[in-house]
């Protein structure tokens, strides 16, 4: 970062990506659903590094409700109180496609699978015109998609067009056993045990109204 200085206070906007997390946070402790509270980790990891928390933001795919009731309710109770806390709230339907493959016995099945579509890009594009604008030094990202290395890569190149001092970091779940999948490439790790994780569950269980 050459000689610019660091500032007295480093603001920081924290970017969910929901499914990454809910499924890093499935394969790292086991948790069936996702139970986390992305208010109190947002305020946890800012914390940890002495940083201001002056934005949240929440990406996430979301079924339809003929294609599955269940998780259509789960995640309009959850992004709808996180709406009403101060938490920006990204959402879009699900695109689903049909896969055949083989099924347990070997004869050949199809399967209804859903795919996120533009979630990553809109946070892609989040990050780097909230870092355009100024409005933060630092962006503290919960996802391990390397399609937002480029983002970060962006971030970097403002840092040295404005001068400003800036960092990307990525946060994460690491397993007991110290299994992660890798983080962000060109962002600073932030490891999140299961003490941290344990710590920042949602109080609230969207599962039922």
């Known amino acids: ?64 409700p003929t294609e599955n009731k269940f998780w259509y309710d789960f995640w309009s109770r959850k992004l709808g109180v996180l709406g009403t806390r101060g938490v920006e709230v990204f959402s879009r339907p699900l695109a689903y496609c049909d896969e055949t493959g083989p099924g347990p016995n070997g004869q050949l099945v199809t399967v209804r699978v859903p795919r996120e579509k533009g979630v990553d890009i809109r946070m892609a594009l ?50 007991p056993s110290g299994r992660h999948r890798p983080s962000i490439n060109g ?5 999140i045990t299961k003490s941290d994780y344990d710590a920042c569950i949602d109080p609230l269980d969207y599962r039922t109204p």
């Open 126 to 175: 989040d990050i780097v015109r909230l870092a355009r604008s100024g409005d933060y030094e630092v962006a503290v990202i919960f996802s391990q998609d390397q399609d937002l290395s480029e983002a970060v890569k962006e971030i970097h190149r403002i840092r040295a067009e404005q001068g400003r001092w800036m960092k990307a970091y990525c946060a994460f779940p690491v397993a």
């Open 187 to 191: 962002a600073a790790p932030i490891k």
């Open 1 to 64: 970062m050459g000689n610019v200085s660091i500032p007295a206070v480093l603001r920081a906007h924290v970017f969910f990506d929901g499914q990454n997390l809910f499924k890093t946070t499935k394969a790292a402790f086991g948790y069936t659903f996702p139970n986390y509270d992305p208010i109190a980790l947002a305020h946890h990891v800012c914390n940890l590094r002495s940083l201001q928390c002056d934005g949240i933001h929440f990406y996430t795919g979301v079924h339809r």
